[in-house]
């Protein structure tokens, strides 16, 4: 009695390959968001957690630069933005850098409260104050 000849197992690895692509797709793209990062010396302080998700970032960096969610603007833009996000009733989230000079963030805060933001939050670092 002869027996038939084995057939070998067949392993489909499309499935894998399909997974190794996604993930090098996904692992491209997190390091150009990371390289585009604004990065900011904020102060040490402590206050209940925002998210930043909702809110608009407005951004005073060391020298003096203002950004308006990682874009520079002048002091001469913000009403025009302002206005957009009120009308949205999105929320305005000022985060200063802690070497940044203390009038320039003074100087946006009251722009901000002139062109009728009611509310202001401040970022800063949690941790305690230093």
Do not use: C
Request: avoid cysteine; charged fraction near 20%; aromatic fraction near 6%.
């Amino acid at each position: 009695m002869r027996r038939a000849p084995r057939r070998g197992v067949d392993v489909d690895i499309t499935p894998l390959i399909d997974v190794l692509f996604m993930l090098i797709i996904f692992f491209v793209l997190t390091t150009v968001f990371v390289q585009g990062a604004i990065t900011i010396d904020l102060p040490q302080g402590s206050a209940s957690p925002v998210s930043e998700n909702s809110s608009i970032v407005v951004t005073v960096t060391a020298g003096s630069e203002i950004l308006w969610a990682g874009e520079a603007v002048s002091h001469d833009d913000l009403p025009a933005l302002v206005a957009d996000v009120l009308a949205r009733s999105g929320d305005i989230l000022l985060a200063g850098d802690r070497k940044a000079p203390y009038g320039e963030v003074a100087r946006v805060l009251n722009s901000l409260r002139a062109l009728g933001v009611g509310s202001v939050g401040l970022a800063f670092e949690g941790g305690g104050d230093k």
